[in-house]
């Protein structure tokens, strides 16, 4: 009977339990979690539309050959250089000796024969005198001032000779400009016939010669010629197929077979908007940028362009000066 009771008791207290539950409060419902997007956090950096100049160009290259380069050599040969009056980049002037052999015999005979070429323009002029003081008796004079005439004509082209043999054996300037080459140990050494021994670069142009002609220059266009880190102000020039660079009165001259850069333009766009070429995006044939909308969501634009410089884009539509776009 006991045990009857005891296992009735466990039952009800079973059957209280599970309807019990009924009175538990409901399970609270999970929270949705937040969608992250994957911008969120993105850090970019900006461009901003600017104002100014759009050029583009190209580069020709050239070599500083000196076009005006004089390679001055010794007329005569075999003889012994007895001076040498310039040194590695001395400036000269046209018609300066520059260096010579020894002429001292020479000098002298010209010396003498200018006594004796005075001598006889004073005896000329003394006979035209007399001839003109007494005209009637003159007959004498005249024959001695023909005869004298015919002497002093022959003194002149004897004083001529001289000279010539004196040039002969000088190298002189033909411009001027600036020595850029001398033989070493000139002084004392033999001459021959046509070899370079002093070489003189114009003073007033500097030349730089294009590898190959370039349809997109033009006879007398400016170009800007760059050697290192030196800009030349040059005007083109064609001789022939050949195209030159000139640079009139530089400052300082390259070295001759020095490399240079011929910068053409090619076109300039001058107080436009510009943006740089690396934020613009080329999209169906349409030009577009990116930039971050009122969401602070990365958003596309498209956009007018004009002249496509070295290293900014003409902008002629769709932003303003100062808009910022993105540029990574």
Same mark, same amino acid.
């Given at each position: 009977?006991?045990?009857?009771?005891?296992?009735?008791?466990?039952?009800?207290?079973?059957?209280?339990?599970?309807? $019990?539950?009924?009175?538990?409060?409901?399970?609270?419902?999970?929270?949705?979690?937040?969608?992250?997007?994957?911008?969120?956090? +993105?850090? #970019?950096?900006?461009?901003?539309?600017?104002?100014?100049?759009?050029?583009?160009?190209? @580069?020709?290259?050239?070599?500083? =050959?000196?076009?005006?380069?004089?390679?001055?050599?010794?007329?005569?040969?075999?003889?012994?250089?007895?001076?040498?009056?310039?040194?590695?980049?001395?400036?000269?002037?046209?018609?300066? %000796?520059?260096?010579? @052999?020894?002429?001292?015999?020479?000098?002298?005979?010209?010396?003498?024969? $200018? #006594?004796?070429?005075?001598?006889?323009?004073?005896?000329?002029? !003394?006979?035209?005198?007399?001839?003109? *003081?007494?005209?009637?008796? *003159?007959?004498?004079?005249?024959?001695?001032?023909?005869?004298?005439?015919?002497? !002093?004509?022959?003194?002149?082209?004897?004083?001529? =000779?001289?000279?010539?043999?004196?040039?002969?054996?000088?190298?002189?300037?033909?411009?001027?400009? @600036?020595?850029?080459?001398?033989?070493?140990?000139?002084?004392?050494?033999?001459?021959?016939?046509?070899? =370079?021994?002093?070489?003189?670069?114009?003073?007033?142009?500097?030349? &730089?010669?294009?590898?190959?002609?370039?349809?997109?220059?033009?006879?007398?266009? +400016?170009?800007?010629?760059?050697?290192?880190?030196?800009?030349?102000?040059?005007?083109?020039?064609?001789?022939?197929?050949?195209?030159? &660079?000139?640079?009139?009165? *530089?400052?300082?001259?390259?070295? %001759?077979?020095?490399?240079?850069?011929? /910068?053409?333009?090619?076109?300039? *766009?001058?107080?436009?908007? #510009?943006?740089? /070429?690396?934020?613009?995006?080329?999209?169906?044939?349409?030009? +577009?940028?990116?930039?971050? /909308?009122?969401? $602070?969501?990365?958003?596309?634009?498209?956009?007018?362009?004009?002249?496509?410089?070295?290293? #900014?884009?003409?902008?002629? $539509?769709?932003?303003? &000066?100062?808009?910022?776009?993105?540029?990574?």
């Amino acid at each position: 009977m006991e045990k009857k009771w005891i296992i009735g008791l466990l039952c009800f207290s079973l059957s209280v339990s599970l309807g $019990g539950c009924g009175l538990l409060p409901k399970e609270e419902e999970l929270r949705r979690t937040p969608v992250v997007r994957d911008f969120a956090g +993105a850090s #970019y950096n900006y461009a901003k539309v600017g104002r100014g100049d759009v050029i583009r160009t190209k @580069t020709v290259r050239c070599l500083f =050959a000196s076009a005006k380069e004089e390679q001055l050599s010794f007329a005569v040969g075999s003889e012994k250089v007895a001076s040498v009056f310039v040194s590695l980049g001395d400036t000269v002037k046209e018609g300066d %000796v520059l260096a010579e @052999t020894d002429t001292e015999g020479l000098r002298a005979e010209l010396k003498e024969v $200018g #006594y004796d070429i005075k001598r006889e323009e004073l005896k000329i002029k !003394h006979l035209k005198e007399l001839i003109s *003081a007494d005209p009637d008796g *003159a007959a004498g004079y005249k024959v001695s001032l023909d005869e004298l005439s015919n002497t !002093h004509e022959f003194t002149l082209l004897k004083k001529e =000779a001289l000279q010539e043999k004196i040039s002969e054996r000088q190298i002189t300037a033909k411009t001027a400009g @600036t020595v850029s080459y001398v033989k070493s140990e000139l002084k004392g050494s033999i001459t021959k016939v046509g070899e =370079a021994v002093i070489k003189v670069v114009s003073g007033d142009e500097c030349y &730089f010669t294009a590898e190959k002609p370039d349809p997109d220059v033009k006879d007398g266009d +400016a170009v800007e010629v760059m050697v290192g880190s030196v800009a030349y102000e040059t005007i083109a020039k064609y001789d022939g197929d050949t195209l030159y &660079f000139v640079a009139e009165n *530089a400052a300082e001259q390259p070295d %001759v077979g020095s490399r240079g850069n011929a /910068n053409i333009v090619l076109g300039k *766009a001058e107080d436009v908007l #510009y943006l740089p /070429n690396t934020v613009i995006r080329s999209i169906g044939g349409k030009k +577009a940028v990116y930039y971050e /909308n009122e969401d $602070g969501l990365k958003d596309l634009k498209y956009i007018d362009t004009g002249l496509e410089g070295d290293i #900014y884009t003409e902008i002629t $539509g769709g932003l303003s &000066f100062g808009d910022e776009v993105l540029s990574n």
